[in-house]
């Protein structure tokens, strides 16, 4: 009786635990399928370096969803690591940029001083790269934070003008080719550097004789400034030399006595010889007075002649060391503009950063100018059979990029004056977009995606738009420093049928919260 007692109790419980079972492993099951159906959180970026041999970087790209940056250069990336972005309220904007300005020992003008080491500018209004604490997630005041370590190995590797493209997504570059993108000259190309030898030195000639012919000028017209006061003074002794002579006779015809008329033939005689030598001494001035006027006038024909000639020598010579560099050039849908940038690598005389050289800007034909292009980034990474070695980046969609390409007509004159020099890292960007106010004689090109928060972007003060004039003595470098583009407008454009707009109000300085870097 005791073991059927312990049996039925044993089979209760089986009862009571397989249902229990089959419903744990029903839920198991459950969660493992739900497991599988949603898609694994993609992991956490870390540093990294690429393991071949690193050539320059030619750009860097962040990425503000994978909160990541990543250096390329020509065979592709070479550095990754993890960045901090700006935080809600002080976005960092998505957009075009490049390096301006780079300070091993940065402290901020904006956060109470906050310490921004091995800091890399790429706007004047404060966003930059640099080293800072990495939360995980975006903390910063508009800039990129790198990891301290990575910022620092990095500061050496980069140059000023090297790109910086920030993405609202993740993007890459991808190998590229189109007719419309520039294809170098061989002989033009190794004809440049005797040029860039050779021009300067005429250009000097040039601004030594045109030196010379304002010296002459300047010479000739005081001279004929003493000239023309001498010949108003003998003009005035003539007149008077004639109006006695004159008297002389009226005083002659009326005398009646012998002695009168010997007093008034005296004095008639005396008056005519003055006036036979006061109008001696007139002509001989006036025929002085003339070979000085002709030589004055030829000396300003000689100024004119000299200065047209040292601004074109100065033209020539600046071309050709600019044939050297990269060039730049930005296509805005915005504003139906084609603009150049190259960097002359003369310091800014106003302090801070690299003159760029801002004389070629054209209107520009596109296609269906309201339809949105997107914003492509056109980059040539190295030489190759066919010339260069192209790539793109695309960061706002609109056109596919070879679409992009199809709708802009190019000016012959662009062609014929970039193309044939056209070396690695130069790049052509299309645009919706307008270049930002940013972008001035101090930058390359600044051009923000306006349907994209700009929160860190927004709250910080305009660069003052600095000008300094050419007084002629700057050796030709006078003209770099013109008018800036326009302000970027805030959301100009819609898409899918809504705008984004967000307004951003700048924090009162008490309530401010301290934080290593922006």
Same mark, same amino acid.
């Given at each position: 009786?005791?073991?059927?007692?312990?049996?039925?109790?044993?089979?209760?419980?089986?009862?009571?635990?397989?249902?229990?079972?089959?419903?744990?492993?029903?839920?198991?099951?459950?969660?493992?399928?739900?497991?599988?159906?949603?898609?694994?959180?993609?992991?956490?970026?870390?540093?990294?370096?690429?393991?071949?041999?690193?050539?320059?970087?030619?750009?860097?790209?962040?990425?503000?969803?994978?909160?990541?940056?990543?250096?390329?250069?020509?065979?592709?990336?070479?550095?990754?690591?993890?960045?901090?972005?700006?935080?809600?309220?002080?976005?960092?904007?998505?957009?075009?940029?490049?390096?301006?300005?780079?300070?091993?020992?940065?402290?901020?003008?904006?956060?109470?001083?906050?310490?921004?080491?091995?800091?890399?500018?790429?706007?004047?209004?404060?966003?930059?790269?640099?080293?800072?604490?990495?939360?995980?997630?975006?903390?910063?005041?508009?800039?990129?934070?790198?990891?301290?370590?990575?910022?620092?190995?990095?500061?050496?590797?980069?140059?000023?003008?090297?790109?910086?493209?920030?993405?609202?997504?993740?993007?890459?570059?991808?190998?590229?080719?189109?007719?419309?993108?520039?294809?170098?000259?061989?002989?033009?190309?190794?004809?440049?550097?005797? @040029? /860039?030898?050779?021009?300067?030195?005429? #250009? %000097?000639?040039? !601004?030594?004789?045109?030196?010379? &012919? *304002? +010296? $002459?000028?300047?010479?000739?017209?005081?001279?004929?400034?003493?000239?023309?006061?001498?010949?108003?003074?003998?003009?005035?002794?003539?007149?008077?030399?004639?109006?006695?002579?004159?008297?002389?006779?009226?005083?002659?015809?009326?005398?009646?006595?012998?002695?009168?008329?010997?007093?008034?033939?005296?004095?008639?005689?005396?008056?005519?010889?003055?006036?036979?030598?006061?109008?001696?001494?007139?002509?001989?001035?006036?025929?002085?007075? @003339? /070979?000085?006027?002709?030589?004055?006038? #030829? %000396?300003?024909? !000689?100024?004119?002649?000299?200065? &047209? *000639? +040292? $601004?074109?020598?100065?033209?020539?010579?600046?071309?050709?060391?600019?044939?050297?560099?990269?060039?730049?050039?930005?296509?805005?849908?915005?504003?139906?503009?084609?603009?150049?940038?190259?960097?002359?690598?003369?310091?800014?005389?106003?302090?801070?950063?690299?003159?760029?050289?801002?004389?070629?800007?054209?209107?520009?034909?596109?296609?269906?100018?309201?339809?949105?292009?997107?914003?492509?980034?056109?980059?040539?990474?190295?030489?190759?059979? /066919?010339?260069?070695?192209?790539?793109?980046?695309?960061?706002?969609?609109?056109?596919?990029?070879?679409?992009?390409?199809?709708?802009?007509?190019?000016?012959?004159?662009?062609?014929?004056?970039?193309?044939?020099?056209?070396?690695?890292?130069?790049?052509?960007?299309?645009?919706?977009?307008?270049?930002?106010?940013?972008?001035?004689?101090?930058?390359?090109?600044?051009?923000?995606?306006?349907?994209?928060?700009?929160?860190?972007?927004?709250?910080?003060?305009?660069?003052?738009?600095?000008?300094?004039?050419?007084?002629?003595?700057?050796?030709?470098?006078?003209?770099?420093?013109?008018?800036?583009?326009?302000?970027?407008?805030?959301?100009?454009?819609?898409?899918?049928?809504?705008?984004?707009?967000?307004?951003?109000?700048?924090?009162?300085?008490?309530?401010?919260?301290?934080?290593?870097?922006?």
């Amino acid at each position: 009786m005791a073991i059927r007692l312990t049996t039925v109790r044993s089979t209760v419980a089986m009862r009571r635990w397989v249902p229990l079972a089959i419903v744990m492993l029903g839920t198991s099951a459950a969660l493992t399928a739900v497991a599988q159906a949603k898609p694994p959180r993609p992991a956490a970026p870390v540093e990294a370096t690429a393991p071949r041999e690193a050539g320059e970087p030619i750009m860097a790209i962040v990425s503000i969803k994978s909160q990541k940056v990543t250096f390329y250069d020509a065979d592709g990336w070479i550095l990754r690591a993890p960045v901090s972005t700006g935080t809600t309220g002080r976005e960092t904007p998505a957009g075009v940029f490049a390096l301006i300005e780079k300070d091993k020992d940065h402290h901020s003008s904006l956060y109470d001083d906050a310490w921004m080491p091995n800091m890399q500018r790429i706007t004047w209004n404060g966003v930059a790269l640099h080293g800072g604490p990495l939360p995980g997630y975006a903390a910063s005041h508009g800039c990129v934070r790198m990891p301290f370590g990575f910022a620092e190995k990095l500061f050496d590797k980069t140059h000023i003008g090297m790109r910086v493209i920030i993405s609202p997504e993740d993007a890459e570059p991808v190998e590229f080719s189109h007719p419309s993108l520039f294809v170098p000259k061989p002989d033009v190309i190794a004809a440049a550097p005797a @040029k /860039a030898e050779a021009l300067p030195r005429e #250009a %000097a000639e040039a !601004a030594k004789a045109a030196d010379e &012919a *304002k +010296k $002459a000028a300047a010479t000739a017209t005081r001279e004929t400034a003493t000239l023309t006061a001498s010949l108003k003074k003998l003009e005035g002794l003539k007149k008077r030399a004639d109006a006695e002579a004159a008297y002389a006779d009226k005083a002659l015809a009326a005398a009646k006595t012998d002695q009168a008329k010997a007093k008034a033939e005296e004095f008639k005689e005396k008056a005519e010889a003055k006036a036979t030598e006061a109008g001696t001494q007139l002509d001989t001035a006036r025929n002085d007075s @003339k /070979a000085k006027l002709d030589a004055l006038a #030829a %000396a300003k024909d !000689a100024v004119k002649t000299t200065q &047209a *000639k +040292k $601004a074109e020598t100065a033209k020539a010579a600046l071309d050709a060391r600019l044939a050297m560099e990269p060039v730049s050039v930005y296509v805005s849908r915005s504003t139906q503009k084609l603009y150049v940038r190259r960097n002359t690598h003369k310091p800014a005389p106003d302090g801070g950063g690299e003159v760029f050289d801002t004389t070629i800007e054209l209107p520009i034909t596109i296609r269906d100018p309201n339809k949105p292009i997107g914003t492509h980034i056109f980059t040539a990474m190295a030489k190759n059979d /066919a010339g260069l070695r192209w790539s793109v980046v695309t960061i706002d969609h609109g056109d596919e990029a070879k679409d992009a390409l199809d709708r802009i007509t190019m000016p012959q004159e662009i062609l014929d004056r970039i193309a044939p020099t056209a070396v690695p890292r130069s790049s052509i960007v299309i645009s919706d977009e307008p270049l930002s106010s940013e972008t001035n004689y101090r930058t390359e090109f600044v051009a923000v995606l306006s349907n994209q928060p700009q929160g860190g972007f927004i709250t910080r003060k305009p660069t003052a738009n600095v000008l300094v004039a050419d007084d002629g003595s700057n050796d030709g470098w006078g003209f770099f420093f013109g008018r800036s583009p326009e302000p970027q407008p805030v959301n100009p454009r819609q898409r899918g049928g809504q705008q984004y707009y967000r307004q951003v109000q700048p924090q009162p300085y008490y309530q401010r919260q301290w934080q290593p870097g922006w």
